[in-house]
T-cell receptor, first 113, second 114 residues
Framework: DAKTTQPNSMESNEEEPVHLPCNHSTISGTDYIHWYRQLPSQGPEYVIHGLTSNVNNRMASLAIAEDRKSSTLILHRATLRDAAVYYCILRPLSIQGAQKLVFGQGTRLTINP | DGGITQSPKYLFRKEGQNVTLSCEQNLNHDAMYWYRQDPGQGLRLIYYSQIVNDFQKGDIAEGYSVSREKKESFPLTVTSAQKNPTAFYLC?????????????FGPGTRLTVT
């Protein structure tokens, strides 16, 4: 399985943008880049995913490097509720079937008021 | 509301006892998963099931067993053979359809074995 590398922790201030980096230099051409986040004592929740193009949704934006060896999750205006562990995961393309996700240690994001 | 239910939220057992964790979903998903999370660590896959009456071992299946008799339910039994059972257990589900991209997670069960 292709691996991802993320900083162990990051800190930001409320109402400021946050850029969470992820390196995945061994990504294959059919791997999707997924981001999940886990709030304290809860199950993870899906944030966003992409393949080649940058993606936006109501929660965040995902910027993918042209060579796909790195990506950045962007929270445009952080709130205290965004404090969580953020996981960057590569998911192989599957025509049909179960998704075997491999979670690393993620990045623990702290938001200062 | 559609979602995944895990019960109980906290579970305490004595060493040597088997314990079964419940996971129910009403999302009509075919695939279901069990993960284990230790403090400060990421999730590790224990077992997964793609359809009823079928399941496969994940990365850390030793000491665990599962069944999938109904689409909605995927219980996990932590047996006495599991050497370090104390952990946070998370159940998830997803569609098997092409293009399905999201796993939905339950709230988790925190198991403590003493």
């Amino acid at each position: 399985d292709a691996k991802t590398t993320q900083p162990n922790s990051m800190e930001s201030n409320e109402e400021e943008p946050v850029h969470l980096p992820c390196n995945h230099s061994t990504i294959s051409g059919t791997d999707y880049i997924h981001w999940y986040r886990q709030l304290p004592s809860q199950g993870p929740e899906y944030v966003i995913h992409g393949l080649t193009s940058n993606v936006n949704n109501r929660m965040a934006s995902l910027a993918i490097a042209e060579d796909r060896k790195s990506s950045t999750l962007i929270l445009h205006r952080a709130t205290l509720r965004d404090a969580a562990v953020y996981y960057c995961i590569l998911r192989p393309l599957s025509i049909q079937g179960a998704q075997k996700l491999v979670f690393g240690q993620g990045t623990r994001l702290t938001i200062n008021p | 509301d559609g979602g995944i239910t895990q019960s109980p939220k906290y579970l305490f057992r004595k060493e040597g006892q088997n314990v079964t964790l419940s996971c129910e979903q009403n999302l009509n998903h075919d695939a279901m998963y069990w993960y284990r999370q230790d403090p400060g660590q990421g999730l590790r896959l224990i077992y997964y099931s793609q359809i009823v009456n079928d399941f496969q071992k994940g990365d850390i299946a030793e000491g665990y067993s599962v069944s999938r008799e109904k689409k909605e339910s995927f219980p996990l039994t932590v047996t006495s053979a599991q050497k370090n059972p104390t952990a946070f257990y998370l159940c998830a589900s997803s569609t098997r359809l092409a293009g399905g991209y999201e796993q939905y997670f339950g709230p988790g069960t925190r198991l403590t074995v003493t």
